[in-house]
């Protein structure tokens, strides 16, 4: 009998614990530094881990639509969230307002002064023959919020010939970073994720419509294991980490 409980406590103790599950998250570009962070916390807490796709709202809205695995989707504007739910891809009860984000202008010079957007041409004059970097301004929310800004503030007519577009606002702040463009609009966030650039100026809230990062659980895609980091991201240990990256918390 001893041996036979020695060795029952011997498979006991050689039985790896259960795993925990993976949780797809499809999430806007500018949430990487932040959102990484958190899914670490995440697995550390529950034992699941997250796979994480990061790219513009508008790329990562349209394979969800075509059936992409996701089981939550993290957008950068309420439109494409909006897109989603039109079309019966959200699971009810789920979206919520998390975050905010600020939109600053950014020089990849480390001793570039103020730039005020209040003055006529300042823009055009500091931009030179240069690019500004920007997210797609048709798609990607940074650049549909950059757009707006530049239109609000009177400059777009006398850049919107250097911009260069990129597919995300990430793709735009390495262009910045790396000297390929001297200025760009991003997220106050990404200036934070990225040391090669300096912050000019912050664009007045009232110049573009409010930036708001909703989040969701997929249709279909309802497991405990996404609605456990569903709770994390509104947890106060995810707030002081978004809040730490730049992000406004708007969860409840």
Do not use: C
Request: overall charge negative; aromatic content about 6%; hydrophobic content about 50%.
């Amino acid at each position: 009998m001893r041996h036979i409980l020695r060795l029952l406590t011997a498979i006991v103790l050689l039985t790896p614990p259960a795993l925990g599950e993976t949780v797809n998250v499809f999430a806007a570009a500018s949430l990487k530094t932040a959102l990484d962070e958190v899914a670490q916390s995440f697995a550390q807490t529950t034992g699941h881990r997250v796979a994480a796709s990061y790219a513009g709202s508008s790329g990562l809205a349209r394979q969800i639509l075509h059936g992409a695995p996701a089981d939550l989707f993290l957008s950068a504007n309420p439109a494409w969230m909006d897109e989603l739910e039109t079309r019966g891809r959200l699971a009810p009860d789920t979206r919520t307002d998390l975050l905010g984000n600020r939109l600053v202008l950014i020089a990849h010079d480390p001793e570039a002064g103020p730039l005020d957007l209040d003055a006529p041409g300042a823009l055009a004059m500091r931009l030179g023959r240069g690019h500004l970097a920007m997210g797609l301004v048709e798609a990607v929310p940074a650049g549909i919020y950059g757009k707006a800004a530049l239109e609000t503030l009177g400059h777009w007519n006398a850049v919107s010939g250097q911009i260069a577009q990129s597919d995300n606002v990430r793709a735009a702040l390495a262009l910045v970073a790396t000297g390929a463009a001297p200025l760009g609009v991003v997220y106050a966030s990404d200036a934070i994720a990225e040391p090669r650039v300096r912050v000019v100026a912050t664009f007045p809230e009232e110049s573009h419509p409010p930036i708001i990062y909703p989040v969701a659980v997929i249709a279909g895609r309802d497991g405990a294991a996404t609605r456990d980091l569903l709770d994390h991201l509104r947890t106060p240990e995810a707030r002081a980490i978004f809040e730490a990256q730049g992000f406004l918390w708007r969860g409840e």
